[in-house]
C-alpha cells in the first residue's frame, strides 16, 4: 500500500497546512526497525553499525530532493496496482516546464490511492501527458526517520512536508518541478465515506503563502471515487469518539479511523484490502500566481480564492462523467 501524503503542520503565520499523518504506513516499516535492531545482538551487528553511519551522514538528504530513481516508477507491479482499481490520469490543460507547481491534491481518503499512483508511479502515464514536468509527493516527514523505508520514499520521489523540502524543490531544483500535496490532511480523512464529498480548504491557506513565495503556479486535482475505497465509521462532531480522534491526531499526528473494505477470499468479505473501484484523477488549469516574497494576508486570501473556484469548476465540469450525479456537491470547511 501507498503511503499516506500530507501536508504540513499549521503553526504561527503560516496557519492553514494540515497536520501531516499516515493512516495506512506500510508493515515494511516496523518490520525493518527490528530487522536492523536484531541485528545488533548478532555477529552481523556492523550492518546495523554502518546503516546507523550512514543515516546520519544523510540525514539532510530528504530535505534537499531525496534521490529518486527512475527505474523505480516503471516497476511493473505498479500496473497491476493501477488495474486493481483501476486508476486513470486526465488532463486537462497543459504545464509548462518553464514553471514550478504546487498540485492540490483532492480528497485524501483512506490510503490517497489516485495521488500515489499518479504521482509516483509512472503507470498511469503522467510523463506522457504532461513532457518536461517532474513530479513529487510530500508525505510525513517522520517516514524519513524510518529505516530503510526513507530510502524507499526517496526512490519513489517523495519528499517530506516541511517548508525546507518543498522550498528546495520550488527554488533550487530549476523549473519543471511539480509537488503534490494533500491539503486536507489527516483531519480530512476522518470525514471519509462514501456519497459525500467533504473538504477541509477553507482555513488552510499556507500551501499558497509558499507559491506566492516561491512563485509557483497552483494547480487543482481531484481524484473521484477516492472515497468509494473503503466503508468508514464516521462518528458525529461533539461525541467522545470524535473528540478521541482529533486528540490523537494533534499528539501523533494522523487520525485513527475506523474503517473496512473487502476480504482476501472473498470481496463480500470484510477485511483490510480496499474496495476495486475506479479512481479517475482529473488535473485542472493551473492558477497563475507571481512571485511575491513577502505577501500580505490579502494577497494569500486572493489566490486562495481564486484557486477554490478552479477547484470547484473542475469538480462540477467532471462530476457527471466519472461516478457522481449532477445533485453532488463539494463542500468545502
Same mark, same amino acid.
Given at each position: 500500500?501507498? $503511503?499516506? +501524503?500530507?501536508?504540513w503542520?499549521c #503553526?504561527? $503565520? #503560516?496557519?492553514?497546512? *494540515?497536520v501531516?499523518?499516515?493512516?495506512s504506513?506500510?508493515?515494511? *516499516? @516496523?518490520?525493518?526497525?527490528?530487522?536492523?535492531?536484531?541485528?545488533?545482538?548478532?555477529?552481523?551487528w556492523?550492518i546495523?553499525?554502518?546503516?546507523?553511519?550512514?543515516?546520519?551522514?544523510?540525514?539532510?538528504? @530528504?530535505?534537499?530532493?531525496?534521490?529518486?530513481?527512475?527505474?523505480?516508477?516503471?516497476?511493473s507491479v !505498479?500496473?497491476? =496496482?493501477?488495474?486493481?482499481?483501476?486508476?486513470?490520469?486526465v488532463?486537462?490543460?497543459?504545464?509548462? $516546464?518553464?514553471?514550478n507547481?504546487?498540485?492540490?491534491?483532492?480528497?485524501?481518503?483512506?490510503?490517497?490511492?489516485g495521488?500515489?499512483?499518479?504521482?509516483?508511479?509512472?503507470?498511469?502515464?503522467?510523463?506522457?501527458?504532461?513532457?518536461g514536468?517532474?513530479?513529487?509527493?510530500?508525505?510525513?516527514?517522520?517516514?524519513?526517520?524510518? @529505516?530503510?523505508?526513507?530510502?524507499?520514499?526517496?526512490?519513489?520521489?517523495?519528499?517530506?512536508?516541511?517548508?525546507?523540502?518543498?522550498? #528546495?524543490?520550488? *527554488?533550487?531544483?530549476?523549473?519543471?518541478?511539480?509537488? +503534490?500535496?494533500?491539503?486536507?490532511?489527516?483531519?480530512?480523512?476522518?470525514?471519509? *465515506?462514501?456519497?459525500?464529498?467533504?473538504?477541509?480548504?477553507?482555513? &488552510?491557506?499556507?500551501?499558497?503563502?509558499m +507559491?506566492?513565495?516561491?512563485?509557483?503556479?497552483?494547480?487543482?486535482? =481531484?481524484?473521484? /471515487?477516492?472515497?468509494?475505497?473503503f466503508?468508514?465509521?464516521?462518528?458525529?462532531? /461533539?461525541? !467522545?469518539?470524535?473528540?478521541?480522534?482529533q486528540?490523537?491526531?494533534?499528539?501523533?499526528g494522523?487520525? $485513527?479511523?475506523?474503517?473496512?473494505?473487502?476480504?482476501?477470499?472473498?470481496v463480500?468479505?470484510? /477485511?483490510?484490502?480496499?474496495? +476495486? &473501484?475506479?479512481?479517475?484523477?482529473?488535473?485542472?488549469?493551473?492558477?497563475?500566481? @507571481?512571485?511575491?516574497?513577502?505577501?500580505?494576508?490579502?494577497?494569500?486570501?486572493?489566490?486562495?480564492?481564486m484557486?477554490?473556484?478552479?477547484?470547484?469548476?473542475? =469538480?462540477?465540469?467532471?462530476?457527471?462523467?466519472?461516478?457522481?450525479?449532477?445533485?453532488?456537491?463539494?463542500?468545502?470547511?
Open positions: 500500500m501507498p $503511503p499516506c +501524503a500530507h501536508c503542520p #503553526h504561527g $503565520p #503560516h496557519r492553514g497546512m *494540515s501531516p499523518g499516515c493512516s504506513l506500510p508493515c515494511s *516499516s @516496523p518490520v525493518t526497525l527490528v530487522l536492523l535492531l536484531y541485528l545488533v545482538f548478532t555477529r552481523f556492523p546495523s553499525a554502518l546503516y546507523l553511519a550512514w543515516v546520519i551522514f544523510d540525514w539532510d538528504t @530528504p530535505e534537499k530532493g531525496g534521490r529518486r530513481l527512475p527505474c523505480l516508477r516503471r516497476w !505498479w500496473r497491476h =496496482f493501477r488495474d486493481y482499481f483501476p486508476v486513470k490520469l488532463k486537462t490543460h497543459d504545464l509548462s $516546464p518553464g514553471h507547481y504546487i498540485i492540490g491534491s483532492h480528497p485524501h481518503g483512506i490510503l490517497c490511492v495521488a500515489f499512483c499518479n504521482f509516483i508511479t509512472g503507470s498511469t502515464g503522467f510523463s506522457e501527458l504532461f513532457p514536468i517532474r513530479p513529487f509527493l510530500t508525505t510525513l516527514a517522520g517516514n524519513f526517520r524510518l @529505516p530503510l523505508f526513507r530510502e524507499y520514499l526517496m526512490s519513489g520521489g517523495l519528499c517530506p512536508v516541511t517548508r525546507r523540502a518543498i522550498g #528546495h524543490l520550488l *527554488s533550487r531544483n530549476g523549473t519543471g518541478n511539480a509537488v +503534490a500535496i494533500v491539503i486536507g490532511g489527516a483531519a480530512e480523512s476522518l470525514s471519509c *465515506s462514501p456519497g459525500v464529498t467533504t473538504l477541509i480548504l477553507k482555513n &488552510r491557506k499556507g500551501f499558497v503563502r +507559491a506566492l513565495q516561491h512563485g509557483a503556479f497552483l494547480v487543482p486535482s =481531484f481524484s473521484f /471515487g477516492e472515497n468509494e475505497l466503508r468508514q465509521v464516521v462518528f458525529e462532531e /461533539g461525541s !467522545w469518539m470524535r473528540a478521541v480522534q486528540r490523537f491526531q494533534k499528539m501523533m494522523f487520525a $485513527p479511523c475506523v474503517f473496512y473494505g473487502r476480504g482476501i477470499t472473498s463480500r468479505s470484510r /477485511g483490510f484490502l480496499p474496495y +476495486a &473501484r475506479p479512481i479517475t484523477t482529473v488535473v485542472g488549469e493551473p492558477v497563475t500566481v @507571481p512571485k511575491i516574497e513577502e505577501p500580505s494576508s490579502e494577497e494569500v486570501d486572493l489566490y486562495h480564492g484557486y477554490v473556484r478552479s477547484l470547484l469548476k473542475l =469538480f462540477n465540469d467532471n462530476k457527471t462523467k466519472y461516478g457522481l450525479s449532477e445533485g453532488d456537491e463539494l463542500r468545502i470547511v
